[in-house]
């Protein structure tokens, strides 16, 4: 009994010590330098509660303009791309998994490799694709658009890029959880006439209803800490209406001139705060709705 006991912490022991050290402990450090006056340089200097009262009152505030536009910039992506990060990938996977569709996993494949391309390189790849003066879009389709830099193309620019190489994960584990639906359903609902529409939504929906929750909520949660995508592809403009709250807290802790960690932090701890609230709404309302 023993040895099975220590042979279980042998395995599980590494991944705690990780996550102590490179979660727990940065978050709790975290959340304290959100009450400091910080400068990265010097020690931090306790101030309570003077930068969430900067950030969510002083209207006056440089920071507080900044908190509420890049949150505001948040939403608008959060509420563009996380229906089709899930409904897309599900369209794709139930089509995939169809009794009729042959070389199921090269489709699989060929949905889930941009996923395996970094950030940095889907960002050139589209930014070519969508260049107002050499890019495909304009030359190929004959458009006279400069995409990234006028709105609402530039939000166009970044969802296309982040569904491109976002849809994959999602689609294997939708596909994976309709392959353990029992066929006898399928098999009994076309007996009584059902089409493929009335059994997606009658027997597939319902009986993938806990990898789908779990889908949209940690959809919703990585799309809140959207940053690469805006950086590279429009540099957060026009005229910061693509500056995701991110963006701003990644500058003011280590932009050019003097580090502002301590607002940056506060930001941090009001995003993860956001990001919590919406989750377990997201959660109790699709779990309330499936029951």
């Known amino acids: 009994m023993n040895q099975a006991k220590y042979r279980q912490w042998f395995f599980i022991g590494p991944h705690i010590l990780l996550f102590v050290a490179f979660i727990l402990i940065p978050s709790i450090y975290?959340?304290?330098?959100?009450?400091?006056?910080?400068?990265?340089?010097?020690?931090?200097?306790?101030?309570?509660f003077d930068n969430y009262q900067t950030i969510l009152f002083n209207s006056e505030s440089a920071f507080h303009d900044e908190f509420f536009n890049g949150l505001k910039n948040t939403l608008i992506f959060v509420g563009l791309s996380v229906p089709?990060?899930?409904i897309i990938p599900l369209t794709i996977a139930a089509a995939i998994e169809?009794?009729?569709?042959k070389f199921k996993n090269f489709f699989q494949s060929i949905v889930y490799i941009p996923g395996l391309i970094s950030i940095s390189a889907a960002a050139l790849i589209w930014s070519l694709i969508f260049n107002s003066q050499l890019g495909v879009m304009n030359n190929l389709f004959g458009f006279d658009t400069v995409w990234t830099s006028v709105q609402p193309y530039a939000w166009m620019t970044i969802?296309?890029?982040?569904?491109?190489g976002g849809i994959g994960g999602n689609m294997i584990i939708y596909r994976s959880a309709i392959s353990n639906v029992s066929q006898d359903l399928y098999e009994s609902a076309e007996i009584d006439g059902a089409g493929s529409i009335r059994k997606f939504f009658s027997i597939t929906l319902p009986s993938i209803r806990f990898?789908?929750?779990?889908?949209?909520?940690?959809?919703?949660?990585?799309?809140?800490?959207?940053?690469?995508?805006p950086l590279m592809m429009t540099g957060g403009g026009p005229r910061e209406s693509t500056s995701v709250?991110?963006?701003?807290?990644?500058?003011?802790a280590f932009g050019s001139g003097q580090s502002i960690a301590g607002i940056a932090s506060a930001m941090a701890v009001l995003l993860g705060m956001v990001i919590l609230v919406i989750s377990a709404a997201q959660y109790y309302v699709m779990n309330r709705n499936s029951a």
């Open 98 to 101: 169809h009794k009729d569709v």
């Open 245 to 252: 709250l991110m963006m701003y807290i990644r500058d003011l």
């Open 84 to 86: 089709l990060m899930v």
């Open 159 to 164: 969802i296309v890029m982040s569904i491109w």
């Open 30 to 48: 975290g959340v304290y330098a959100s009450f400091t006056q910080w400068n990265l340089m010097t020690d931090p200097t306790f101030v309570g």
């Open 211 to 229: 990898p789908l929750i779990y889908t949209v909520v940690m959809t919703t949660a990585g799309a809140f800490n959207v940053f690469g995508q």
